[in-house]
């Protein structure tokens, strides 16, 4: 008998400490698509980003036109010779992806400059849905736009554009 008064007392406690709990949700995606930083930031990855890809492809252009050249020439030219340039070739073509790894490779200059443009944004939204979720004591706030699954969410809990007002000293886009 007392187990049964002992459990039910604890489910009721716990209920009470579930009930309690506060939940609100954000569409991180939408918040940085209204900070005007946040879309220089992309602006200026894009435009590394195509600098970079012109660069690239220039070096395979390049290549490109030494193995057709090394082609139309090779059956004039010594063994030796030849050697040399599929070497000069490989030599070359070997750069290129390198370049292209340094780049956009894992940790490469495109990750590398998107930490220093991005991050900080990024950051700074992150403390604002911070300290809204201590001042509001929500327990919980989920990214609807993250990849977390929300099947449902009450618009009522959206709190993106509280956290907006909440980033001090950013550029609202209209």
Do not use: C, H
Not at 43 to 62: G, H, P, R
Not at 82 to 95: L, P, S, Y
Request: aromatic share 10%; proline share 2%; net charge neutral.
């Amino acid at each position: 008998m007392k187990r049964i008064i002992l459990t039910s007392i604890i489910l009721a406690l716990f209920s009470g400490f579930v009930a309690a709990q506060k939940y609100a949700y954000v569409d991180s995606q939408y918040i940085l698509d209204q900070i005007q930083e946040y879309k220089n930031a992309q602006d200026q990855l894009n435009d590394f980003s195509v600098q970079w890809q012109k660069e690239i492809e220039a070096k395979f252009t390049e290549i490109d036109q030494l193995y057709k050249a090394f082609q139309a020439e090779s059956v004039l030219l010594p063994e030796e010779m030849k050697k040399q340039k599929e070497d000069e070739i490989v030599k070359k073509e070997k750069e290129a992806k390198e370049l292209q790894k340094k780049r956009f490779g894992k940790d490469g200059d495109l990750f590398k400059k998107r930490q220093e443009l991005v991050k900080p944004i990024q950051d700074k939204v992150y403390n604002a849905i911070e300290e809204l979720a201590q001042r509001k004591n929500y327990s919980f706030v989920f990214d609807k736009a993250g990849s977390i699954s929300i099947l449902y969410a009450d618009p009522k809990l959206d709190i993106s554009d509280d956290v907006l007002n909440n980033i001090s000293g950013v550029t609202k886009m209209k």
